[in-house]
Every structure is written in C-alpha cells, then in structure tokens.
C-alpha cells in the first residue's frame, strides 16, 4: 500500500474532538492520484513509484509529458520511495491512490513550497532583536549590527554562513508528525491537525510517517 498522496492546501478551520478538544487544522484538498510509473532497480538504478496528479487542459502540457500519462493531462509529478528501498505489493501503473490510505489518527509528513516573502532584514528572517530602544539610538533599532569582518576568524571578509538581509520564503519546506483528524473522500479532502507550508492552492505531498497513529478520540465535529 502507498501512503502518499498529492493535493493542494486549502483553508485552515477548527475541528472538536469528543473529549472537547479544539485543533487548528489545514484541509487538504487530494483528488485520486494516479500510478504513471514504477522504477525499479533493474531499470532506473532504484525502486520507486511515480505519481501524477491534478488534471488540467491538453493544451498545457507537451506531447511527452501527455505521452507518459498514457493521455492523462496531469500538471504534477512526485515519487515515493519507501524506508526500506522496496516497492510496495500489489501497485501497477495506472492504479488510483486516493484518500483511502489514510485513516484518522495517523502520522504524516507534508512537504511544500513556503509563502515567499522577499527581501527581508534581519529581525524578520532569523529573529534578531535588534539595537537598544535607549541611549541616543536613533536608526539602529533593526540593524544587524556587527558581522566581525574586520579581522579575527573572517580574515577582512564576511564569514561563511553569516545570517544577514536576504532572500526569505519560497523554500522547501517539511512539516513531520501531523495527524489526520478526518478523512472526507465524498469531497476528497484531508483535514490535519496543524499548519502546513504554503499559500493556498500550493501543491503539497502527504506521506505517511514512522510514528505511526496517536489521536485516541474520534472526531466530532467541525465548522468546515
């Protein structure tokens, strides 16, 4: 059995347990995925099952990326690789993955490309506090202050690995040991506990995790 899975995040809402707990939870939104490939040692040096998903128009995909699809517009492609290197039992190209594979209380991994932000400064991308509020401090308040290049280990240059101003956001991002809290395939969404990478509409991948199942109490309700 392949548990994993690719969907787009949707929107985040509040779903009660039995015992009246309250989780902030993320709807991920996973129509059926389908087998376009297995890998295998023997041929591509690995065992692997591709996966593609989220249909869209002929016209938005080449003739080779049709081709592989065996005619299937499918706009994403991920593989999954097992912990042990195997392939799982019983899964051939064109078989369906869909939302069945999960169960409430399972463990997952979600994978996704983060919000990107832009050029940010210090304080926002790696927390600094920034200068004193006193003492004549007039501009400094988010300045990063010194980077030691004048000498020392950095030798008259800024050292490897220095946090600074820069780039931030659109990474890849991994979120581990999430639970399922509900599982709709009528609507073909899964509703984790907890956030997850990415604005909505970003694809996102769903693997199970070592962890294995943990929420006791079944869901009772939501305000999706």
Request: glycine fraction near 16%; charge should be positive; avoid cysteine.
């Amino acid at each position: 059995m392949i548990k994993f899975i690719l969907g787009t995040k949707g929107p985040m809402t509040t779903v009660f347990t039995e015992d009246g707990r309250a989780y902030a939870a993320t709807i991920i939104n996973a129509a059926p995925n389908v087998v376009t490939q297995i890998k295998t040692i023997e041929k591509e040096g690995y065992n692997a099952v591709q996966i593609g998903a989220v249909e869209t128009k002929e016209g938005r995909v080449n003739k080779a990326q049709l081709g592989h699809a065996k005619g299937k517009a499918l706009k994403h492609f991920r593989e999954f690789r097992a912990r042990d290197g195997s392939l799982p039992e019983g899964v051939e190209a064109g078989a369906t993955v869909d939302l069945s594979v999960f169960a409430v209380g399972d463990r997952v991994n979600v994978s996704a490309v983060s919000k990107g932000k832009g050029f940010q400064g210090v304080v926002k991308r790696h927390g600094f506090h920034g200068g004193p509020r006193s003492h004549g401090q007039k501009h400094s308040e988010r300045s990063p202050g010194s980077i030691g290049g004048s000498g020392g280990r950095a030798g008259g240059r800024v050292a490897k690995g220095m946090r600074m101003a820069g780039r931030m956001g659109s990474d890849r991002t991994t979120v581990r040991n999430l639970f399922v809290l509900q599982v709709l395939p009528e609507t073909n969404e899964l509703v984790l506990a907890g956030a997850v990478p990415g604005r909505r509409g970003t694809l996102v991948e769903v693997r199970g995790s070592s962890q294995g199942s943990t929420l006791r109490s079944p869901v009772l309700r939501s305000n999706l």
